[in-house]
């Protein structure tokens, strides 16, 4: 009785179970048969963060969560969804963070200005240190 149940703990502790179901989302790596909805759909998914990889694009990533990713971009774009829709569905679902492009609004107000303001500080700084005539 104890040979099975060690057998059966060593089947679970198998990497193969970390592995997950094998099993890949429909389109994350098949292409739409329409070029012009595939064009639509690789355009948005270059501008996706991928949320494990955190450097990369979801078209670049070889993450199983960038390969649902990638799937859901291209079955709703096949469902005719436009790829502004799709993004704020996918911002919506993961937050302002999956976007490369943050948009211009609270938080990301910030980080749109933020280099205007540094040079600026910078440039009176400057002023400040420069500026003085010496006697």
């Keep these: 009785m104890k040979r099975a149940a060690v057998i059966i703990a060593l089947l679970f502790a198998s990497p193969v179970w970390a592995q997950g179901s094998g099993v ?3 389109f994350s790596h098949q292409q739409l048969d329409d070029p012009a909805l595939e064009a639509q759909a690789t355009e948005l998914m270059e501008t996706l963060r991928c949320i494990q990889c955190q450097g990369q694009s979801i078209a670049d990533s ?3 969560i960038a390969g649902a990713m ?8 096949k469902e ?4 502004e829709d799709v993004r704020a569905w996918l ?3 993961y937050g ?11 938080a990301g107000l910030i980080l749109w200005f933020l280099p205007l303001l540094l040079l600026l500080a910078g440039l009176f700084m400057a002023r400040g ?3 003085k005539e010496k006697p």
Excluded at 70 to 77: G, H, Y
């Design 24 to 26: 890949e989302p429909p």
């Design 80 to 83: 005719g969804q436009k790829p």
């Design 91 to 93: 911002i919506g679902r």
């Design 129 to 131: 240190l420069f500026g």
């Design 70 to 77: 990638r799937s859901e971009v291209r079955q709703r774009i």
């Design 62 to 64: 070889d993450a199983p």
């Design 96 to 106: 302002e963070y999956v976007s490369f492009e943050p948009a211009a609004s609270g």
